[in-house]
């Protein structure tokens, strides 16, 4: 089986939106059943928290089920847990080193670049441009 996380800042946008993009691919490629996909934050301020609704609503334009989420804290155990996290920008990564052993074959950006925060900039539509384009990578490495 193949363990993914998706970590960003507080689990309700990006990461939730790439756990659920990813398990939709999976899905639709008839693969669900080799993969475990997760999501988790770096901070502590959205614990509990559901989804972000114009997140929800991003996923549910493009047809993406949006599963009963709560936001939750990356924690070490995640580390042991799963072959992969993916984070979303520069300061996720810096907290995820605070967090977690730095192990740069293990705990990886998304894209090349920061995946922008819809949080601040209202752009979901974009995030799920750079999400679905990190998630086809992640299913052209393993699928």
């Given at each position: 089986?193949?363990?993914?996380?998706?970590?960003?800042h507080?689990?309700?946008?990006?990461?939730?939106?790439?756990?659920?993009?990813?398990?939709?691919?999976?899905?639709?490629?008839?693969?669900?059943?080799?993969?475990?996909?997760?999501?988790?934050?770096?901070?502590?301020?959205?614990?509990?928290?559901?989804?972000?609704?114009?997140a929800?609503?991003?996923?549910?334009?493009?047809?993406?089920?949006?599963?009963?989420?709560?936001?939750?804290?990356?924690?070490?155990?995640?580390?042991?847990?799963?072959?992969?996290?993916?984070?979303?920008?520069?300061?996720?990564?810096?907290?995820?080193?605070?967090?977690?052993?730095?192990?740069?074959?293990?705990?990886?950006?998304?894209?090349?670049?920061?995946?922008?925060?819809?949080?601040?900039t209202?752009?979901?539509?974009?995030?799920?441009e750079?999400?679905?384009?990190?998630?086809?990578?992640?299913?052209?490495?393993?699928?």
């Amino acid at each position: 089986m193949i363990r993914i996380l998706f970590v960003c800042h507080g689990n309700i946008c990006r990461s939730p939106m790439g756990q659920y993009i990813l398990q939709d691919m999976v899905n639709r490629a008839g693969v669900a059943e080799r993969f475990w996909i997760d999501s988790a934050a770096v901070s502590r301020e959205e614990i509990g928290n559901p989804v972000y609704p114009p997140a929800k609503r991003e996923l549910e334009r493009h047809g993406v089920a949006c599963g009963d989420h709560r936001a939750r804290q990356v924690t070490r155990g995640d580390y042991e847990t799963f072959d992969r996290i993916y984070y979303m920008d520069a300061s996720n990564r810096r907290r995820l080193e605070r967090l977690l052993p730095r192990d740069p074959r293990k705990i990886r950006p998304l894209l090349e670049r920061d995946v922008a925060d819809p949080w601040y900039t209202g752009d979901f539509a974009a995030a799920w441009e750079d999400l679905n384009r990190g998630c086809r990578k992640i299913m052209e490495e393993f699928a």
